[in-house]
């Protein structure tokens, strides 16, 4: 098993706090963190993490995570990634079937538009459309600001028998 520390090393550490951990145990913290000693701190296998944690390494970690999980895994079997729910900011241990952003047709404007989270960081959000669901672009969508609760609502006008909407979104190098 592993544990990681996000800031600097606390002040006041028990002797026991890991008693018991397997023999593969270790610690791992940030560069830029005070307080830690490698090879080892407090006794235990410790090893630094170049660079500062991004926030896709604390929602990971914060989450019950390794920093390593690989965020195309669906850990409950509910059909979404570990990356879908970190980019619309819902908890992955539960069921998100039915937590997916879902299209609105207004039929007082002749719109189709989706709502969805648009405020994780690191995340490059990027809504498209569609007449065939084989070409795709984004000309012709309007994407509002994101509010305070960073929700923005992306639409098209309906001015064609067909018309799809996509929400596509990947980490920012």
């Not at 407090?42 to 660079?51: D, E, I, K, S, T």
């Not at 609760?149 to 006008?157: K, L, Y």
């Amino acid at each position: 098993t592993k544990a990681y520390f996000l800031g600097d090393a606390p002040g006041s550490f028990g002797s026991g706090v890991f008693y018991g951990a397997s023999h593969s145990f270790s610690i791992y913290y940030w560069s830029g963190s005070a307080g830690f000693t490698s090879p080892f701190w407090q006794g235990y296998p410790a090893q630094m993490v170049n660079g500062l944690p991004s926030a896709v390494a604390s929602w990971l970690v914060d989450h019950g995570f390794y920093l390593d999980t690989d965020l195309s895994q669906d850990i409950n079997g509910d059909g979404v990634a570990l990356l879908t729910a970190y980019a619309l900011n819902l908890d992955p241990h539960e069921d998100l079937s039915n937590e997916l952003p879902q299209p609105v047709v207004d039929t007082h404007v002749m719109t189709l538009g989706i709502t969805y989270y648009a405020g994780a960081e690191g995340i490059i959000y990027h809504v498209e459309t569609s007449t065939d669901l084989e070409t795709w672009t984004d000309s012709g969508v309007v994407v509002s600001p994101p509010d305070m609760e960073n929700q923005c609502t992306a639409s098209i006008d309906m001015d064609s028998p067909t018309g799809f909407i996509r929400l596509r979104f990947w980490l920012m190098n």
